[in-house]
């Protein structure tokens, strides 16, 4: 009997010492504000790169002290978890380098300095390997700020992905079906049913995404993901909008603006639109642009505003909150994302602190014990709901030490079809 306890306990050990391994990215202090990743636009975009193409991580601190911030950069398998790779087998030079390109905001109220981080650099001369990557950014004193994760794609296969409505009838009108054919081209998959591994991912949003999912069946050179339910993803709804890319009057969502330290923007208060008929109306899908009407350069001439969402609603439970959702942060739940209820109006309220630009966001409710996020509770799921998937394959070499991805497809439920 004490034999098997003791095996039970050092297998429970074992499997929670690797379920901590996982990363997660860390969410940034109150002063670090406007993370983003840039490619040939200036929409924020998810960050998948080619072996071989640039990328470049920029955002604000909003104190004013132009201190200095270091980097490292750590790569990781398929599901976060930590490489054996060596340092020097993912990286060709050196990391843990400090970012020397910054400058400082030009006439705002807000006082900033916009720092830019290009990968790769004089330091950081390549990536050696595709895969999952992560960056983390330290403060002076070695204090990790915030970390953000990005993918690097070296090719080889075809990713063929189509929306397909739900094929289980009880949620046809709310859900989403992705349908994935793999071809291998120029790879001989081995044992792919083990050794493929495939990412799905909702609208840029890392923390909703549907992982390791193994194909279906093969045909010949094609690996067939055709699935009922493991594929399938709640179709929400089009996101809420506003613009203040001309911060001293009143734009797209904005009710009414004053001016006190800083601007304030109060947008006109939204309501739930679960259970209402469905509308189109063109969103860019949780995203964000930072937008100054007046500037040359936005990325330091745009100012930063506080944002009054609100939201009519009744009371909810006390074990249910409400936040404020977006890719403006990552689509993290924080306290500063939370809703608080204000009786006298009966409406939900919360101000963020956010650049000048266009933005999406919704509301959803998270249970305070779990920390499940309810993206539809609010919105409501419609299958005619225009989202963007995009789908990771990563394959691991028979001996392999590491989860190259081989292949990235994308597609839009806007082609929605049986």
């Known amino acids: ?22 990363q997660h990215e860390v969410a940034p202090p109150d002063y670090i504000k406007t993370i983003t990743f840039k490619g040939n636009t200036d929409i924020s975009v998810l960050p998948i790169i080619d072996l071989g193409e640039s990328l470049q991580l920029e955002f604000d601190a909003l104190n004013g002290n132009e201190d200095d911030f270091y980097y490292s950069i750590e790569y990781f398998n398929y599901d976060w978890t930590p ?34 981080l290009a990968i790769p650099n004089e330091q950081v001369r390549s990536l050696k390997v595709s895969g999952n990557y992560m960056i983390k950014v330290y403060d002076e004193s070695d204090q990790l700020l915030f970390s953000r994760k990005f993918m690097v794609n070296e090719g080889g296969a ?57 194909p279906m069946y093969t045909m010949g050179q094609d690996l067939i993901y055709r699935y009922n339910k493991e594929t399938t993803f709640w179709g929400g709804n089009e996101y809420y909008y506003f613009e203040n890319k001309d911060i001293r009057s009143a734009n797209s969502g904005i009710n009414f603006i004053d001016l006190h330290d800083l601007y ?27 937008n100054n009407i007046d500037a040359t350069d936005p990325n330091i001439e745009a100012d930063y505003a506080w944002i009054h969402f609100s939201l009519k ?12 959702y977006g890719n403006f942060n990552n689509y993290t739940i924080e306290e500063r994302t939370k809703m608080i209820y204000n009786p006298e109006k009966g409406i939900y309220e ?45 394959y691991r070499d028979l001996g392999g030490r590491y989860d190259k991805i081989v292949g990235v497809g994308e597609a839009s439920s806007i082609n929605i079809s049986n």
């Open 158 to 214: 075809s990713v063929g992905v189509s929306m397909k409505l739900s094929r289980d009838v009880k949620f046809l009108n709310e859900k989403q079906t992705v349908d994935i054919i793999i071809n291998s081209n120029n790879i001989q998959f081995n044992n792919p049913l083990e050794r493929v591994k495939t990412t799905i991912i909702q609208n840029n949003n890392l923390n909703s995404a549907i992982k390791n999912v193994k």
């Open 350 to 394: 919360c101000p963020i602190l956010l650049k000048q630009g266009f933005y999406n966001y919704k509301y959803v409710t998270v249970e305070n014990q779990t920390g499940i996020v309810n993206e539809g509770e609010i919105s409501g799921n419609y299958y005619q709901t225009e989202n963007d998937y995009k789908v990771i394959v990563y």
């Open 313 to 324: 609603l009744n009371p909810l439970p006390s074990e249910k909150s409400i936040h404020v």
């Open 1 to 22: 009997m004490n034999i098997k306890f003791n095996l039970y306990l050092a297998l429970f050990f074992i499997h929670s010492i690797c379920f901590a391994q996982v």
């Open 83 to 116: 490489t054996t790779l060596m340092r020097s087998e993912y990286i060709d030079g050196f990391d843990k380098q400090r970012i020397t390109n910054y400058d400082n905001s030009f006439n705002t109220y807000q006082i900033y300095s916009h720092y830019t």
């Open 264 to 290: 304030n923007s109060y947008l006109y208060t939204n309501t739930p639109q679960r259970n209402k008929p469905y509308t189109y109306n063109p969103d860019i899908n949780g995203n964000f642009v930072i």
